[in-house]
T-cell receptor, first 115, second 113 residues
Framework: GENVEQHPSTLSVQEGDSAVIKCTYS??????FPWYKQELGKGPQLIID?????GEKKDQRIAVTLNKTAKHFSLHITETQPEDSAVYFC??????????????FGQGTTLQVKP | DAGITQSPRHKVTETGTPVTLRCHQT?????MYWYRQDPGHGLRLIHY???????DKGEVSDGYSVSRSKTEDFLLTLESATSSQTSVYFC????????????FGPGTRLLVL
């Protein structure tokens, strides 16, 4: 089945710097890759997603890139702000599960933005 | 939270007791999911539903059962709680045709003593 690896597990940056979180997946048939942000005590919030027919997607300060050949995708946050501090999760669709919408999640990255 | 509520939000119980967690949604989503979140494991799928009375197992379903008698409610039951089921439980919803695009509820923190 699908496996998703996420790195790094923790990331500390200065306010205004960029942050990059990387994920690799194992099943080349996966075709949907969402990113979630989770603040302390809250549920994961979908912040951006990308499908396999697109190489890059941007939404203001965040962007996601996908390299299907290498089977990895990355979240890029520019001009980081203290409110970006949270745990970020990547996920990949599980193609062997039919049309169920199953997602396989990475282990999470704790991002700390220092003022 | 995409109109999702979970109850209770916190629960402490003892080993061997049954526990039921409730997920309620107000936006008529066809697909509903139960995940557990543990340090170092991200989110893992327990069970999911693709319609009323239609459910199936996820990757960590042992010790859990689910029921969905109405579109808006998806119940997760721990028949006999164990300490290994101490976790944070999240419900998520997805709409038909885009069910992999999932929106999560606020979670239930469960402690099994």
């Amino acid at each position: 089945g699908e496996n998703v690896e996420q790195h790094p597990s923790t990331l500390s940056v200065q306010e205004g710097d960029s942050a990059v979180i990387k994920c690799t997946y194992s099943d080349s048939a996966s075709n949907y890759f969402p990113w979630y942000k989770q603040e302390l005590g809250k549920g994961p919030q979908l912040i951006i997603d990308i499908r396999s027919n697109v190489g890059e997607k941007k939404d203001q300060r965040i962007a996601v890139t996908l390299n299907k050949t290498a089977k990895h995708f990355s979240l890029h946050i520019t001009e980081t702000q203290p409110e970006d501090s949270a745990v970020y999760f990547c996920a990949a669709s599980s193609p062997g599960s039919g049309n169920t919408g199953k997602l396989i999640f990475g282990q999470g990255t704790t991002l700390q933005v220092k003022p | 939270d995409a109109g999702i509520t979970q109850s209770p939000r916190h629960k402490v119980t003892e080993t061997g007791t049954p526990v039921t967690l409730r997920c309620h949604q107000t936006e008529n989503h066809r697909y509903m999911y139960w995940y557990r979140q543990d340090p170092g494991h991200g989110l893992r799928l327990i069970h999911y539903s693709y319609g009323v009375k239609d459910t199936d197992k996820g990757e960590v379903s042992d010790g859990y059962s689910v029921s969905r008698s109405k579109t808006e409610d998806f119940l997760l039951t721990l028949e006999s709680a164990t300490s290994s089921q101490t976790s944070v439980y999240f419900c998520a919803v997805g709409e038909a045709g885009k069910q992999e695009t999932q929106y999560f509820g606020p979670g239930t923190r469960l402690l099994v003593l």
